[in-house]
């Protein structure tokens, strides 16, 4: 598989946006959108989980993993929120 380059990463994103705002009826710019987003804060939770290996396991860096890995939990569980709002759960 090959990796997208950053400028055909934001023709795409930009792509799903406008299909999003149209008819996407396989739902596939919705996926990229979320998994795009979901992404930004998993990257968050593996670059905290690599300082804390690489820095001897302080407590200073086992703070901001925790954070990261709360923060990404938050937006999992308001994403389905608003998933149950959209589809009348």
């Known amino acids: 598989?090959?990796?997208?380059?950053?400028?055909?990463?934001?023709?795409?994103?930009d792509e799903a946006e406008r299909i999003r705002e149209q008819?996407?009826?396989?739902h596939l710019a919705r996926a990229l959108l979320y998994l795009h987003r979901r992404n930004g804060f998993l990257e968050k939770v593996f670059q905290a989980?690599?300082?804390y290996m690489q820095f001897g396991q302080?407590?200073?860096e086992h703070a901001v993993l925790l954070l990261a890995i709360?923060?990404?939990?938050k937006q999992k569980l308001h994403d389905?929120?608003?998933e149950d709002r959209e589809t009348g759960l």
């Open 23 to 26: 008819d996407d009826p396989g």
């Open 49 to 51: 989980a690599e300082r």
């Open 80 to 82: 389905s929120e608003l």
């Open 58 to 60: 302080g407590e200073q």
């Open 1 to 13: 598989m090959l990796i997208p380059t950053d400028k055909e990463l934001k023709e795409a994103l």
């Open 70 to 73: 709360e923060e990404a939990r």
